[in-house]
């Protein structure tokens, strides 16, 4: 036999001392009403009275046990969920400060995450990359904490100026590898700008893995300059540094791994097939061991412990 809540049943020590002030409540009792009556002109007359203080005492102590939870023995219980893990991939990488698409690129990624996310029935895992991609959360039930990452992303974040899609596409994957029997796919919010040199390598990995590799494009083809607090971003001659949107790198991705290309999708019906991807998910079958209750006998003499005081109770009046 175990307990829920073992440190309860320290309040066992105090049934002595409820005994004893119900043995010196039932002796008042008596004291007084032979002062003014005798039991029988009272019209009672109960022998087995004397028992009451006694099974109120046990009564006490049987409803101690019950509420320290007592189980004895397992039992399988079967659960079914419908669950698909999501990994939401951002690019943070200075390129999307430009504001080409009525706000900032990164403002627009962090609004199109989170709604994202909010519809999410499953676990969701957060990667940030520059030119080196960084876990800020692994996969997790807790939405309302991802939203809460999202709102903090700025560009420059990471801290290695650059921008390697592939890195951060390998990062992704070796979060799903954590849980490789369940569903699961990549959402990747980027304005496509690929500086590092694992894309192909990131693909064949995701095509291996039967991982789709969803894209959303932020930004225009013909280009913007980089905004910072101190104007326009500037290269080493003093020119103005102009990023460019590039659909062909997203759409490749896309199409190679099985996933859905988007570009600047700003209406929430735009990424309808993602809200709908994420709730078509497989059924995960496990079974958990659950302990057996036992506190119904404790409880059940408690029951049937106050109900026989109760009726020795007769002589009271």
Not at 184 to 212: C, F, H, W, Y
């Amino acid at each position: 036999m175990n307990f829920r809540d073992v440190n309860l049943l320290w309040l066992l020590a105090l049934v002595p001392f409820a005994a004893a002030m119900f043995l010196a409540r039932e002796r008042t009792r008596s004291r007084l009403a032979r002062r003014f009556a005798s039991e029988r002109l009272r019209g009672v007359t109960n022998p087995v009275r004397a028992l009451r203080p006694w099974l109120l005492a046990i009564a006490v102590a049987a409803a101690i046990v019950a509420l320290a939870g007592p189980y004895a023995g397992f039992t399988t219980v079967p659960i079914t969920a419908r669950e698909v893990n999501r990994i939401v991939v951002i690019d943070v990488s200075n390129s999307m400060a430009a504001q080409d698409v009525g706000t900032s690129r990164i403002a627009a990624a962090r609004a199109l995450a989170k709604r994202i996310i909010e519809t999410q029935t499953g676990r969701v895992a957060l990667v940030v990359f520059e030119a080196q991609p960084e876990v800020a959360s692994p996969l997790t039930t807790d939405a309302d904490a991802v939203i809460a990452l999202i709102d903090s992303v700025e560009p420059g974040e990471v801290g290695e100026a650059g921008s390697d899609i592939g890195s951060a596409i390998l990062a992704s994957l070796r979060l799903i590898e954590a849980d490789p029997s369940q569903k699961a796919d990549i959402v990747l919010i980027s304005d496509g700008e690929d500086q590092g040199t694992r894309l192909r390598e990131a693909i064949q990995r995701a095509k291996a893995m039967n991982v789709p590799v969803s894209t959303i494009l932020l930004g225009s083809p013909e280009g913007s300059a980089i905004s910072t607090p101190d104007g326009p971003l500037r290269d080493d001659s003093g020119q103005i540094v102009t990023t460019y949107a590039r659909a062909d790198v997203l759409e490749s991705i896309a199409k190679e791994t099985g996933g859905k290309a988007f570009v600047n999708p700003f209406a929430e019906k735009a990424i309808a097939p993602l809200i709908a991807d994420a709730r078509t998910a497989i059924d995960r079958r496990t079974e958990v061991r659950v302990p057996i209750d036992r506190y119904q006998w404790a409880l059940a003499l408690a029951f049937f412990a106050f109900l026989g005081g109760s009726f020795l109770n007769r002589g009271a009046e």
